[in-house]
Nanobody, 111 residues
Framework: VQLQASGGGLVQAGGSLRLSCAASGSIFSIDVMGWYRQAPGKQREFVAAITRGGGLPYSDSVKGRFTISRYNAKNTMYLQMNSLRPEDTAVYYC??????WGQGTLVTVSS
């Protein structure tokens, strides 16, 4: 099952965006799925992950601002991003351990 992120865009600091991660097949049997991001000139980093039973600890940089969720019936995972900061600017990816990296979706936060 491949995952593809979408929903990125340009937003002002303090604003919100919701990213979606659509699966090419059923996600019911996928135990863990996660969001990652890569800022310009930096390495890809973990943002958040969720299991079939619920969320896992978030990256300290997004804790309290981002919320991960999954909707198995729609084969979709979401990342609600609030109180966005310029340092959140990055290409965001979704992935599960058995899948490949997709193209990602660009989030740009202006100051």
């Amino acid at each position: 099952v491949q995952l593809q992120a979408s929903g990125g865009g340009l937003v002002q600091a303090g604003g919100s965006l919701r990213l979606s991660c659509a699966a090419s097949g059923s996600i019911f049997s996928i135990d863990v799925m996660g969001w990652y991001r890569q800022a310009p000139g930096k390495q890809r980093e973990f943002v958040a992950a969720i299991t079939r039973g619920g969320g896992l600890p978030y990256s300290d940089s997004v804790k309290g601002r981002f919320t991960i969720s999954r909707y198995n019936a729609k084969n979709t995972m979401y990342l609600q991003m609030n109180s966005l900061r310029p340092e959140d600017t990055a290409v965001y990816y979704c992935k599960h351990p058995g899948g490949a990296w997709g193209q990602g979706t660009l989030v740009t936060v202006s100051s």
